[in-house]
């Protein structure tokens, strides 16, 4: 039996996967709240931030890799994964109208405080998000070495040539060397972090702010 060839990487596949998954997020709004000209508690407007915040950045991921951009789109992973991380732990605060209030007069997320007391900040959110979704918090702890200046920035424009024991760095903006695997990896991780982020959107929405405002989607 003869051995078939691995099928090529179909980015575009990939790509328009994410585009997809980000705008099931725009049916969210008119599908919990209501139609336009409806009420709006607070903590639904951090809810309508997140879905623009998410859209944008799918929007942007695409560009990013399909111009080949991989150190920029990179970080963007985990910007997205900052999204789902802020929504997830609105499940545990206890007062979501306070909350709300607190978040619309430019309040830091890490003043809320979960049912037990505990400051929100990003160490509890991607651990307490880690319980659920194992190897999460090493994804969030690998691309934030993306977003800050890092050695991450090094070792990704050192390049080796054939038959040559010298390690070259680019600094170019793009990187064309970059091989199916790799960009597929990349393109991977930012699809997982937005479905991950549609997902916590939705379930809060559904669960949470159906308990809360006693709305029926």
């Known amino acids: 039996?003869?051995?078939?060839?691995?099928?090529?990487?179909?980015?575009?596949?990939?790509?328009r996967k994410i585009e997809k998954t980000a705008a099931t997020l725009l049916r969210i709004p008119p599908k919990y709240i209501g139609?336009?000209?409806?009420?709006?508690?607070?903590?639904?407007?951090?809810?309508?931030?997140?879905?623009?915040?998410?859209?944008?950045?799918?929007?942007?991921?695409?560009?990013?890799i399909r111009a080949k951009n991989t150190l920029a789109a990179t970080a963007l992973i985990r910007l997205q994964l900052d999204t789902a991380l802020r929504i997830s732990g609105l499940s545990l605060i206890g007062d979501l109208d306070d909350a709300g209030a607190k978040l619309m007069n430019d309040e830091s997320y890490r003043s809320l405080r979960s049912r037990d007391g505990e400051r929100l900040d990003d160490a509890l959110l991607h651990r307490n998000l880690d319980k659920h979704y194992p190897g999460l918090?090493?994804?969030?702890?690998?691309?934030?070495?993306?977003?800050?200046?890092?050695?991450?920035?090094i070792k990704?424009?050192?390049i080796e040539r054939p038959g040559v024991s010298t390690l070259f760095f680019h600094m170019n903006g793009t990187d064309d060397a970059q091989s199916d695997e790799e960009i597929a990896g990349i393109v991977d991780w930012f699809d997982q972090a937005t479905e991950l982020t549609a997902n916590m959107i939705e379930d809060f929405m559904h669960f949470r702010y159906v308990q809360e405002y006693g709305r029926q989607a």
């Not at 078939?4 to 990939?14: I, M, N, Q, R, V």
């Not at 139609?35 to 991921?61: C, E, Q």
Request: glycine residues 4%; charged residues 15%.
């Open 137 to 153: 918090s090493e994804a969030y702890q690998t691309t934030s070495s993306f977003v800050h200046l890092s050695a991450s920035h």
């Open 35 to 64: 139609p336009t000209g409806t009420k709006v508690p607070d903590i639904a407007w951090y809810v309508f931030a997140a879905i623009r915040k998410t859209t944008s950045l799918s929007h942007a991921f695409c560009l990013l």
């Open 156 to 158: 990704s424009g050192l």
């Open 1 to 15: 039996m003869e051995k078939s060839e691995a099928e090529p990487y179909d980015l575009e596949t990939a790509l």
